[in-house]
């Protein structure tokens, strides 16, 4: 070591010794600013900035060679008489380019082990080129070698060149730039401190000769390459940076301008996210990044880590708080586990579901449950009372009296008095019991686990009782009463709506006996049911006579009003009868499995009087639960269609909830099987069943009914008015068609018109019309018409 530094300090001018270190720094911080340049692209474009590189810091070694040999005080005294052989100077540089070029190359191959062999390429390269640079001396000159410096020279290249790639690779630049100017200046210094020369004389005069003063001026030059390629670089590399910078900041805001929340995750543990998530989870970025996607993310079994499909969750918050999520991941790089995961807040979704859910079966009013949850509700206790081999009680009110307190003390005051009456019910009964508003004055419980009618009797005379008291309601007393139906199952009825209506029966029975007393069904009241099997048999005696006809009511667009279709509606000419309603022999036609023949013919007739034709009119059928068991369904639909001639397109069959509560997986394979067709389905009566928000992701609908119960209670605004905007506002996000039936009045269609709706369908614009009845002209707005 004190022979090094004696050869650096005594036999070299120390200030071109500091040049010559100073060039080597300058070259090696441009050649590793130029690396790191090409450790960002691949291709073509690595390999230009890769050589960039190689071409830079060859230069600068060969000029930090030839500088520290200037300065090399034993060949001083010849001054600029000192001359090279041209050749072998043009093959050192050659060299230092090649080498130095190849060994980055090899470098960035990828791996540490190729970066290890691109550094021993680099050191033997150095080496290379400054034994040439010596070997380029033409003078008399006699040049000795201490061969163990030599060996060390050549390992001081590797040993400092080695790390240096390693280094780069791994993007460490400055240590990176300062091993690679230590593998240059320790080679070259060592080299030299085992070098001899002894001066002879000149080789100037010789040929192919290079001069000290002409190999000067190539060093200044090569040295001015390299502070322009250092500029260029720099320039290059501030540039590129506020580029990408810029890139980077126009990504973060365009990520944390999502409504989504956005992640990226390696191996499933958190390498970034977006201000949306961190506002989901509450906490700042800092935190959440290096967190494992399952410390805040919990997910159902159904749903892989990894699955490119979405899947519901929930998020944990800061607060350890929970919300619904849905989350959607996709791997980015399979080698290196990266992946990407969008999260959605269905918080404000499931809200809305809810208050669906709730508007769909309660009532605004009085809180109780409406019509649809009370049937849901008796259904579930008639199961449960068959299970556990248990009765149940079915109490029918209706106030008396009511009628008068609307009309003369105003509805505010009735309304008043309804609330009263929920709130006087509900304290008098368990809570395994059910009461429900039906609608206006009417209520319904039910009574669960009751055996014996004795039970029912006596909840029935305290209500009766309970209801004979007087309220106070803003400051005015009101006197009214109730009368009560009461019907027993299993004893009165098997079914719901048996013995819903052998209930009501009881409560017309108690009304006629006087009001403000109960009654108990009786068998001796249903005879309705003797009608019911004299229809049945008069429903087979019509099919054979041909007693059935179709009617056709006419569906308009809700924006211009122009028919977009006609629903086709059974009808009945009874010979003594009359014409009967589709609601008294439809039900009965279902019991007894006439609606199946029935059905067909009804689908037949109406695809073949639709074919028939001028305008390309779509057609409305209804099937019925019973059409639905039907394994060949689908087929005979497909039939009907080839035998009537009529486009799959322009049929329309309506179905309701109850064909999808009864068995959904079956119906979903038969919806299937209709839509693989081409023919359009309508969920009928929407609003007024389960209305299940899953039925409609689960189902493929074209179109949603809103019932004819909703559009007559528009008028009134409340409950009815917001389930008919609900409903209309999810058709429009689920792109489905809504249809609102049962339009009678002006204000109606106007709400409706104002809404966006886009059918409508009732006896204000189009009343049922037999075949030869059809408009044969299209009306348009503006009150012209077009041929057909």
């Known amino acids: 070591m004190l022979k090094l530094a004696a050869c650096v300090t005594e036999q070299h001018d120390l200030r071109l010794v500091g040049l010559a270190v100073l060039v080597c720094l300058l070259a090696a911080t441009t050649a590793v600013s130029l690396l790191a340049r090409a450790l960002g692209t691949t291709g073509r474009v690595r390999i230009g900035w890769t050589c960039g590189a190689g071409i830079a810091f060859g230069a600068g070694v060969w000029a930090t060679h030839f500088i520290a040999m200037l300065g090399y005080l034993p060949t001083v005294g010849l001054g600029f008489g000192l001359g090279y052989d041209v050749p072998l100077v043009a093959l050192s540089l050659a060299v230092a380019l090649a080498g130095i070029t190849a060994a980055f190359l090899v470098a960035l191959r990828g791996g540490m082990v190729w970066a290890a062999a691109g550094g021993a390429i680099l050191g033997l390269g150095i080496g290379c080129m400054h034994f040439l640079g010596v070997a380029a001396l033409q003078s008399m000159v006699v040049v000795q ?77 090569v040295v001015l390459c390299i502070l322009v390629a250092s500029l260029i670089a720099a320039v ?92 959607l991941i996709r791997k980015v790089d399979e080698s290196s586990g990266e992946a990407v995961m969008a999260v959605r807040d269905l918080t404000d979704w499931r809200k809305a579901e809810q208050r669906i859910q709730h508007l769909a079966h309660h009532d605004s009013l009085t809180g109780l449950a409406n019509r649809t949850l009370f049937r849901d509700r008796l259904a579930q206790a008639m199961a449960l009372a068959e299970r556990s081999a248990r009765g149940i009680a079915l109490l029918c009110l209706d106030l008396d009296g009511f009628k008068a307190v609307n009309d003369l003390m105003g509805h505010p005051v009735g309304d008043a008095v309804l609330v009263e009456v929920g709130n006087r019910l509900v304290a008098c009964l368990r809570e395994s019991d059910t009461i429900a508003r039906l609608g206006g004055d009417e209520f319904a419980i039910v009574l669960s686990f009751v055996d014996q009618p004795r039970a029912a009797a006596g909840l029935a005379a305290r209500v009766v009782e309970l209801l004979a008291e007087p309220f106070e309601v803003a400051g005015q007393r009101v006197c009214i009463g109730t009368s009560i139906g009461v019907a027993m199952y299993p004893s009165d009825a098997a079914a719901p709506e048996t013995l819903l209506r052998n209930a009501d029966l009881a409560l017309y029975r108690a009304k006629h006996d006087g009001k403000g007393t109960f009654r108990f ?121 080839r035998e009537t001639g009529l486009a799959a397109r322009r049929l329309e069959l309506e179905i309701t909830e109850g064909i999808l509560i009864d068995d959904s997986a079956r119906a979903l394979v038969i919806l299937g099987e209709l839509k693989a067709l081409g023919v359009r389905i309508a969920l009928d009566d929407f609003g007024t069943g389960y209305s299940s928000l899953s039925y409609l992701r689960r189902f493929p609908f074209d179109k949603l009914k809103i019932d004819a119960s909703f559009v007559r209670a528009l008028s009134e605004g409340g409950e009815a008015e917001a389930i008919v905007r609900a409903i209309m506002a999810l058709g429009r996000s689920l792109g489905l068609c809504v249809t609102a039936e049962g339009v009678e009045t002006e204000d109606q269609l106007a709400r409706l018109r104002a809404e966006h709706c886009d059918e409508v369908q009732g006896f204000l614009l189009g009343r049922p019309m037999p075949p030869d009845a059809l408009p044969m002209r299209q009306p348009v707005p503006g009150g012209l018409t077009a041929t057909a």
């Open 236 to 327: 290059t590399d501030g540039y590129l940076e506020r580029r990408g910078r810029a890139e980077a900041e126009r990504l973060r805001r365009f990520a944390d301008s999502t409504f989504e929340g956005i992640l990226f995750m390696r191996d499933g543990v958190v390498t970034d996210v977006n201000a949306p998530l961190c506002r989901m989870l509450g906490r700042p970025p800092a935190e959440i990044v290096g967190l494992r996607l399952e410390e805040f993310v919990l997910r159902p079994r159904n749903a892989p880590p990894n699955a490119a499909s979405t899947a519901e969750a929930e998020l944990v918050d800061a607060a350890g708080d929970t919300r619904p999520i849905e989350v």
């Open 521 to 641: 069904f009786e068998q001796a009241m249903d005879e309705r049911l003797q009608q019911r099997r004299m229809m049945e048999q008069e429903l087979r005696l019509a099919m054979l006579r041909e007693e059935f006809s179709l009617d056709y009511q006419p569906l308009f667009d809700g924006a211009s009003l122009a028919i977009e279709g006609f629903e086709a509606l059974l009808r009945w000419q009874h010979p003594a009868g009359g014409r009967i309603s589709p609601g008294e022999f439809v039900p009965v036609a279902e019991e007894c499995g006439l609606i199946v023949p029935l059905g067909r013919w009804v689908l037949h007739s109406a695809c073949a009087e639709a074919a028939s034709w001028p305008m390309p009119w779509r057609v409305a059928v209804n099937l019925s639960p019973a059409q639905f068991k039907q394994r060949d369904l689908a087929q005979m639909v497909g039939q009907i269609l």
């Open 145 to 221: 070698y201490a061969a163990g410096y030599c060996v060390a020279a050549w390992l001081a290249g590797v040993a400092f060149g080695l790390p240096a790639l390693c280094l780069a690779v791994r993007r460490r630049f400055v240590a990176a730039a300062a091993l690679a100017a230590l593998a240059v200046v320790g080679l070259h210094f060592t080299a030299m401190t085992g070098t001899t020369m002894l001066v002879l004389g000149s080789g100037i005069g010789a040929t192919n000769v290079l001069g000290g003063a002409p190999l000067a001026g190539m060093v200044a030059a």
